[in-house]
């Protein structure tokens, strides 16, 4: 952030202020200023006039004058050429920069552009005692004091770095809270576009289905996995198709052909002979050089019609993390370092990770090659489904070390769960204004502000959440498993003491509001680990445990739609709570398979192998490689939901299987009930012969992850499922509910076998 003062006001004014000469705004609920908006009307700053109106008249009970009152003194809003006569020198001000200046005589929040003064008057906010600590009307907290004041002087405020996003997916009930909370805490974006998007590119003006040929070469096969950029004429019509693109969209900054989102990269000659040999940090052979060549090509492709526009790719991956050995890389060239290859938990400069000082290497050498550097960070790890994730003092080691290195934004991939993860969110925020800022001074001053008097005790409890977390020396990997592991039973138990001390203590609605979503998210997080690490236990302790972490969950849910993405959370968190008592819960976890067939490309999904065309279990089918295969039953444990495929079949990449069991309803009444199905990866779903579910895409698997309301006819039905593999693992859940709950439904049952007449 810089913050200028100028020599003009040094003695003047800051004489003045070291003897505590302030500008009073309110004092004691009554308004002592004006409003005086920018002469053109600009609609970002009369919204952000709005935002501070509506603030202060619910500080105060009293609307904001917007024209002169006696005794009131001007609050200038806008930009300075927007105003016919300014009686001060501004300064020249970039795009996203401000200029607050405070005499006794007026007020001026001035921007180098409507977003400048935007950042203005959050800034202004933030002077006076405002904070937004997370999404919605729980998270503002108001000045105590019912004057407000600012002290007089001037300074210039600007961002140090150009995108500070904090993304978090699940927002469908509040994305226009979400979107406030970017805004008053000066987060931005600029038109600087990433994401997985070559094959989309590429398809605008040749299909796969048109043009085979120009798409990846993989095991003998050409697939829509990636492009085969060598060839010439593939290069030719995504540089036309970016060309066409930019056309349309003038003032975006950067174009992205970030590549697809998996590593199955041309395996033809020709793309290869333009490989270095080099082994990538992420464990494969590096495709970089050639990626890079094939970026230059495009970006030489747009200069005449686009000469200062970047191109975005990923370091992502495990064969294009690492930059290009051997090839230049284009000036317009920005590359997002993304840390999925790297651990999950730790910050840059931890002395436990080597993983993290890793990353920061990496960094090292993509900025030697360019200065268009941005990071992707994921915060929490995708899989935690809104159970704590403690990287608040990840984020402040880190961002200060960013920024001195030269990267020039971060966009934070997080989830609408602020319950656990707002001090890493908030913190981040600030720090990525001004990452010279004490991010203690910046904790404590949150912890004050949105916990009062209970700060203290709250303090304690988040501490010891961190506590362990920032120790282990194990680099922390995406998905559960390892979970209870990193959180020690002594960090635990004071995590808990704290929150029981602050729960004693007198304070406002609002605290105790606070404290409770803190508790709650704790209710979930220990009976997590419980049901994690408690061993021997009954079905009724089991369930106990269990209804303890659905119930915290329903109540974030009616506290707020932002404290946690409860679908999220339920599907993640299930596969703990499916690792035992599964057919208590529900889960059919006893079948008759057949397979594996061939699936290369995700081919296989849309193929129609025999399985679909009759049910015949004393008959053998040809397989993948040529592998006689027949029907045959799972070996899946009683206690495990999980039916992993990877397991069941030594031959395991790019196949796919099928699972057959017979249904039968009790009565003579059709049962309305709901298929919970979760896949890694395809599926398809097949009831008495019609198909009911198809979902071709690579996922990793959770419990109830695709949701078929169905109607059961009384009597027997066949149930076939199609699991089809797109690499790494395996496998599915299955159950069936009522439709309102995760109930079993009475008189349906799941056998592997035909029931006997």
């Not at 002087?153 to 978090?168: A, H, K, L, T």
């Not at 000469?307 to 000036?331: G, K, M, R, W």
């Not at 079905?539 to 993405?565: C, H, T």
């Not at 490309?601 to 009759?614: A, F, L, S, T, V």
Request: glycine share 6%; with cysteine.
């Amino acid at each position: 952030m810089k913050s200028l003062f100028f020599a003009v006001c040094f003695l003047v004014v800051w004489a003045a202020g070291s003897f505590g000469e302030r500008v009073e705004l309110v004092r004691e609920g009554k308004i002592l200023f004006h409003a005086v908006p920018d002469e053109n009307q600009d609609p970002l700053n009369q919204e952000v006039l709005a935002d501070l109106s509506d603030l202060i008249q619910r500080l105060t009970s009293h609307a904001v004058p917007q024209t002169p009152q006696p005794n009131s003194i001007p609050l200038f809003i806008g930009e300075p050429e927007d105003f016919s006569a300014l009686s001060i020198q501004v300064p020249d001000l970039e795009h996203e920069e401000s200029f607050l200046k405070v005499t006794p005589e007026a007020i001026y929040v001035l921007g180098g552009s409507s977003l400048g003064t935007q950042h203005g008057v959050y800034t202004l906010l933030r002077d006076l005692g405002f904070r937004f600590v997370l999404p919605g009307e729980l998270g503002e907290c108001f000045p105590q004091s019912e004057g407000l004041s600012l002290q007089i002087g001037e300074r210039i405020e600007s961002p140090d770095f150009r995108m500070r996003m904090i993304n978090c997916y699940g927002q469908a009930r509040s994305a226009e809270e979400n979107r406030l909370w970017l805004k008053r805490n000066r987060c931005y974006r600029p038109s600087l576009n990433d994401g997985h998007n070559l094959t989309r590119t590429l398809e605008r003006l040749a299909t796969y289905e048109d043009r085979p040929d120009l798409y990846a070469l993989i095991q003998g096969e050409r697939k829509r996995t990636q492009v085969c950029t060598s060839n010439s004429e593939a290069v030719e019509l995504i540089t036309q198709s970016a060309n066409d693109y930019l056309d349309q969209h003038p003032d975006l900054e950067c174009y992205s052909l970030c590549p697809d989102d998996n590593w199955d990269f041309c395996e033809c000659e020709n793309c290869r002979a333009l490989d270095s040999g080099h082994m990538d940090r992420g464990g494969l052979p590096s495709i970089s050089d050639r990626y890079q060549i094939f970026l230059n090509q495009v970006l030489a492709g747009i200069e005449e019609r686009h000469p200062n526009t970047l191109i975005s790719t990923y370091a992502y991956n495990p064969n294009h993390t690492d930059p290009p050995q051997q090839t230049p890389v284009h000036p317009n060239t920005a590359v997002f370092a993304t840390t999925n290859n790297f651990c999950s938990a730790h910050g840059a400069g931890n002395p436990h990770c080597d993983s993290r000082n890793d990353f920061t290497s990496l960094l090292k050498e993509w900025r030697a090659l360019t200065e268009h550097l941005y990071i992707f960070e994921y915060d929490p790890e995708p899989y935690c489904g809104g159970l704590p994730w403690p990287m608040r003092k990840a984020h402040s080691t880190s961002i200060p070390i960013y920024r001195d290195i030269g990267v020039k934004g971060m966009t934070v991939l997080g989830q609408n769960s602020w319950a656990a993860y707002f001090p890493s969110y908030y913190v981040a925020a600030q720090l990525l204004w001004d990452s010279a800022s004490d991010p203690e001074e910046v904790y404590q001053d949150m912890l004050d502000r949105f916990f009062g008097e209970a700060a203290e005790p709250m303090r304690a409890h988040y501490d010891a959440l961190e506590s362990s977390f920032l120790t282990f020396e194990e680099r922390a990997v995406w998905g559960m498993e390892d979970y209870p592991e990193y959180f020690s039973a002594d960090s635990v138990r004071e995590a808990k003491k704290a929150l029981e001390r602050a729960k004693a203590i007198p304070v406002s609605e609002a605290v105790r509001t606070r404290i409770e979503m803190s508790d709650q998210s704790f209710q979930m997080f220990e009976s997590y680990l419980s049901i994690r690490q408690t061993e021997h236990v009954s079905y009724a302790e089991f369930k106990k445990e269990a209804d303890r972490f659905q119930g915290a969950i329903d109540r974030l849910v009616e506290m707020s739609p932002n404290l946690l993405n409860a679908d999220y959370a339920r599907e993640k968190t299930g596969i703990a709570l499916s690792e035992r008592f599964a057919r208590e819960q529900g889960f059919v976890n006893d079948w008759l398979l057949c397979g594996p067939f061939d699936n290369l490309g995700m081919d296989g999904h849309d193929r129609i192998y025999p399985p679909e065309q009759e049910i015949d279990l004393n008959e053998s089918y040809e397989g993948k490689g040529g592998e006689v295969v027949s029907w045959r039953r799972n070996r899946t444990p009683t206690e495990q939901a999980y039916i992993d495929l990877r397991e069941e079949y030594d031959q395991n990449e790019w196949v796919c299987a099928y699972a057959l069991g017979w249904v039968t309803v009790q009565g003579d009444v059709p049962k309305e009930v709901v298929l919970r199905l979760g896949s890694n990866d395809t599926s398809k779903v097949f009831l008495n012969g019609e198909k009911i579910w198809d979902q071709k895409g690579a996922r990793v698997c959770s419990v109830d992850d695709d949701l078929i309301p169905v109607t059961l006819l009384p009597g027997e039905s066949t149930i076939l499922l199609k699991i089809g593999q797109a690499g790494l693992n395996w496998g599915f859940y299955f159950r069936i509910t009522e439709p309102d709950s995760r109930e079993v439904p009475p008189g349906v049952k799941v056998t592997p076998t035909p029931p006997e007449r």
